[in-house]
């Protein structure tokens, strides 16, 4: 993975196609200076047999997104739908045929002083070649975090705020610090929120648990993914519960879903073994159950997906077209 995007990379700005080095904000723009911006992030699997990119549940994304925009009254002038098409042509501009990671932004465009908003609104989209966020074949170490989620009433944390996230960077900048792999959130209430950037899940006595929603954690798609295909694919249903703390050091197993992690079990959780440190057996088929579904390998998930380039068949069918009409 690049550290720094390709300056000649296409995105979509301003209601237009600009290479990455044209798409410029000024230095007053309200969201710079108090937050007020709404992103996503989408991801997109390459798929060597099928020499396909499949991007995942994008108009469940641009759905929550929109919805989410509406928390800080941003407006964003498209469909869902017309988002996805959007998405498809910025990845077809770009050529990319690797992993992608599809970065939505919403935000509050003025350029002036104040914190008070206005109706002035701007959204960028931005696809780029992206592999893995977090190493964690082998399992990760994660540590609770001194650092506090979010409470609704506060920023809420279900929406993907622009400023919500120095919340995230405080408690993963301590976490790396401190030698773990990814913070893991208290609530005021003391109970396990989520990661500092994605949702946990736990497994005890057979049982997947989850916080529920109001417990300030972001409405993970890859969290509603990998309920489903745990329900459907693994006869296994997931709890929607409080977690206490001390249960992430007895429980059997650990794992983090999110766009940017995927499915990441957890191995030790704040220095104390996960059971005996391995990757649980739940865990190991719903993290290769989510993967096989995003890159298309499982038929009754393709509904999920979004191909972006014709298939060899369509591909045939445009070309005949091309020579008939030509
Ligand atoms: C704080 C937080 N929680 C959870 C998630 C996981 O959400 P999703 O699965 O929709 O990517 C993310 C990442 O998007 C996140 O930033």
């Not at 992608?100 to 350029?111: D, G, N, T």
């Not at 964690?136 to 650092?147: K, M, P, T, Y």
């Amino acid at each position: 993975m690049k550290a720094e995007a390709d300056p000649n990379l296409i995105v979509y700005f301003n209601g237009d196609y600009v290479p990455l080095r044209e798409a410029r904000v000024g230095i007053l723009t309200h969201a710079l200076h108090y937050g007020t911006g709404v992103f996503e992030g989408i991801r997109g699997y390459w798929d060597d047999a099928e020499h396909q990119l499949f991007v995942f549940r994008p108009l469940e994304h641009y759905e929550r997104w929109k919805q989410n925009c509406g928390i800080l009254r941003i407006d964003v002038p498209a469909s869902a739908e017309e988002l996805c098409a959007i998405t498809l042509e910025l990845t077809r501009r770009n050529a990319l045929r690797t992993d992608v990671y599809v970065r939505p932004l919403a935000y509050k465009s003025a350029e002036r002083i104040g914190v008070s908003t206005d109706s002035q609104d701007g959204f960028a989209l931005i696809a780029l070649p992206f592999g893995e966020y977090l190493h964690s074949e082998q399992g990760l170490h994660a540590g609770v975090s001194a650092w506090r989620r979010l409470e609704d009433n506060a920023i809420p944390a279900r929406a993907k705020i622009c400023g919500a996230y120095v919340n995230s960077a405080l408690a993963t900048d301590d976490a790396k610090r401190s030698g773990f792999d990814e913070a893991i959130f208290l609530n005021e209430s003391g109970h396990v929120a989520e990661g500092a950037t994605c949702n946990l899940f736990m497994v005890r006595k057979g049982a997947l648990i989850t916080p529920p929603s109001t417990e300030n954690v972001l409405e993970g798609i890859t969290r509603a993914a990998v309920s489903e295909l745990a329900r459907r694919e693994l006869g296994i249903e997931t709890v929607e519960r409080p977690i206490d703390r001390s249960e992430l050091y007895i429980c059997d197993e650990l794992f983090l879903t999110g766009t940017a992690v995927g499915v990441a079990p957890v191995v030790r959780v704040d220095h104390r073994p996960v059971v005996h440190g391995e990757i649980g057996a739940i865990t190991r088929q719903v993290r290769r159950l989510y993967f096989e579904a995003a890159r298309g390998h499982l038929p009754g998930y393709r509904k999920w997906l979004r191909p972006v380039y014709p298939s060899p068949a369509e591909a045939r069918e445009l070309s005949l077209a091309g020579t008939a009409v030509g």
